[in-house]
């Protein structure tokens, strides 16, 4: 049991030199690793490329008060799935986009950047998802600050 | 002459479209050369209202994100909240859990069919594949008392047990459905006009499949052999036998082919399960508020793979939900499959991904049409307009409102 799971923790232990309590074993077919943000992209590519995570599940954003989060989840054919955790500044919640290896995730980059407020380096042009286009700027739905009757309240532009 | 480049707008609002979505087609000639998606006119904020409601109430709302894979939400999500409140959910709850999934798989397929057999002028095929859908939806609504939105879970387990009466009820629908099913295979293989017209329509290679991300019978009939069912179990699939349908025509006819497959594979589950369903609860009972935690769920839905992130803070109401439905990664497969192909392809290419565009919002964006100023109702303001609208056409629910209202306070 877990012996797959314990090896794959044991490769990012090593290799990043990551504290040993920041990753960890859910269960079967659950690890979740909180790496820095500035290590994100070498343990990302090692993971797809060496590791075998090839299928990206989605992306989810968080607000965590001081600091936005996104949680990357990738997936082995075979099921084992790895949640890679990393937080950044709400002043400066800038990301690297992962959409050049993973088109789908585009679409999942975008909801980070209009529900979110995040900015992600090197995201194609492209139409907004998944607000629409006349929605206010710096109104981020899912910001813990944000209710919904805020925007009853704020003048509307277009293409804001 | 030269040929010019023809921009098509299709949507949000089409007689092609199902539901709202945009897509920019660049056209030379019948050939599409490119093309752009709009998405979110659906967005209803689900997410967000997600974390203002506890997590019985999201359960229900989460349940509603679709109305075809309802069920298949609902026990996404509430698996995450499962695992997070370390609750061990009973095999028969699991076993009844599966059984309305497949069914679910079944009227989807099937619904699917028809869609399908309608957008290529195959009219015969959509009141046929229609009617027999009937069945499985009486089979729904005995069990649950619904033909969707069966309101089957509950956290910790399932609300509904199955009695033995209903397994006869069950047996003899799928015999049915079968037969049914297999004359579908023959039509799909032998009816030339439906080969035909399918076959080398929207194609997806193997390698693009995987490069874009696809999902579900759309990523499986391009070759990719992936099956959460098999490869990530939940529920009581672990302990099921069943094969994963993929097929290699890499086109709209293969994608036939798989759900046709698919639906075979459903009755073969759905008999293993009513046959060896456990005794014992259906359910544990779950705790109001769920302990600090976070877990991600996966879920084989009919159109490809849910996942849902669930992080919990120890209230009663979740830190933060977030819903990936299928049809969002297989958007670009829709992009590719189209580039290259005929415009008149476009409605089945479309189609053959059975696109499901559910996601969040509750602002309603309105234009002007006097002075083209730009406006936006937000939800207390829509009820009042309504309101409004209908008492001026002598529609006035006031003094129902009012004598409600007393019923429930004197209660």
Not at chain 1, 39 to 45: L, M, Q
Not at chain 2, 44 to 56: D, F, L, P, S, V
Not at chain 2, 266 to 286: D, F, M, N, T
Request: include cysteine; charged fraction near 25%; aromatic fraction near 8%.
């Amino acid at each position: 049991m877990l012996v797959e799971e314990e090896k794959i923790r044991q490769q990012l232990v090593e290799r990043f030199g990551l504290p040993a309590e920041k990753i960890t074993v859910q269960r079967e077919r659950r690890i979740w690793a909180d790496i820095p943000a500035a290590n994100f992209g070498e343990v990302f590519d090692y993971a797809v490329d060496k590791l075998g995570f090839v299928i990206l599940a989605t992306i989810t954003g968080l607000d965590e008060g001081p600091t936005l989060g996104a949680i990357y989840h990738i997936a082995r054919e075979s099921g084992i799935m790895l949640n890679l955790h990393i937080s950044v500044p709400k002043d400066k919640p800038v990301i690297k986009t992962v959409s050049a290896r993973f088109p789908a995730a585009d679409a999942y980059e975008r909801e980070l950047v209009d529900l979110l407020g995040m900015q992600v380096e090197g995201l194609p042009p492209g139409n907004r998802y998944p607000l629409p286009d006349g929605w206010p700027a710096g109104q981020y739905p899912l910001r813990k600050d944000w209710k919904s009757d805020t925007i009853g309240k704020t003048e509307v532009t277009e293409n804001a | 002459m030269p040929e010019r480049d023809v921009k098509l707008t299709i949507g949000p609002q089409h007689p092609m479209l199902k539901e709202p979505e945009s897509f920019l087609l660049t056209l030379r000639g019948e050939k599409i050369t490119d093309m752009t998606v709009r998405l979110g006119y659906n967005h209803r904020g689900i997410e967000k209202a997600c974390e203002q409601r506890t997590y019985i109430q999201d359960m229900y709302l989460v349940e509603r994100v679709c109305g075809i894979c309802s069920h298949s939400h609902s026990t996404c999500f509430i698996q995450a909240v499962e695992e997070i409140a370390g609750l061990q959910v009973p095999k028969r709850g699991l076993y009844i859990r599966t059984l309305v999934a497949e069914l679910e798989r079944v009227h989807s397929h099937l619904l699917w069919l028809g869609v399908a057999g309608h957008e290529i002028g195959f009219d015969t095929l959509l009141m046929y594949s229609w009617r027999d859908r009937e069945l499985v939806m009486d089979i729904l609504a005995i069990i649950s008392g619904n033909r969707v939105n069966y309101g089957m879970n509950t956290i910790g387990g399932v609300k509904r047990d199955i009695t033995p009466d209903q397994i006869p009820q069950i047996l003899t629908a799928i015999d049915t459905l079968e037969e049914r099913t297999k004359y579908y295979i023959q039509v799909g293989t032998e009816e030339i006009t439906l080969r035909e017209r399918l076959s080398g329509v929207g194609k997806l290679s193997k390698e693009d499949a995987m490069r874009l991300g696809a999902a579900g019978p759309t990523m499986r009939a391009s070759g990719v052999n992936r099956d959460t069912r098999r490869d990530d179990p939940y529920g009581a699939y672990g302990e099921l036998t069943f094969d994963v349908i993929t097929d290699d025509h890499c086109d709209v006819y293969g994608r036939t082919l798989v759900r046709l497959g698919e639906l075979m594979q459903s009755y073969k589950l759905i008999r293993q399960i009513v046959r060896s369903l456990p005794a014992g609860p259906i359910a544990v009972k779950a705790p109001r508020k769920i302990p600090a935690g976070q877990a991600i769920s996966r879920y084989e839905a009919p159109r490809g793979e849910d996942v849902h992130y669930v992080k919990a803070n120890g209230s009663d109401k979740p830190e933060r939900v977030k819903l990936r439905a299928p049809t969002l990664a297989n958007v670009q497969v829709v992009a590719h499959m189209l580039k290259d192909g005929y415009l008149a392809d476009t409605p089945i290419v479309i189609a053959a991904i059975d696109p499901c565009f559910s996601c969040t919002d509750r602002a309603i964006a309105t234009t002007n049409l006097d002075d083209g100023r730009k406006d936006r109702m937000v939800w207390p303001a829509l009820r009042t307009y309504s309101i409004e609208w209908y008492s001026k056409q002598g529609i006035n629910f006031t003094e129902l409102n009012r004598k409600l209202r007393t019923m429930r306070e004197s209660n």
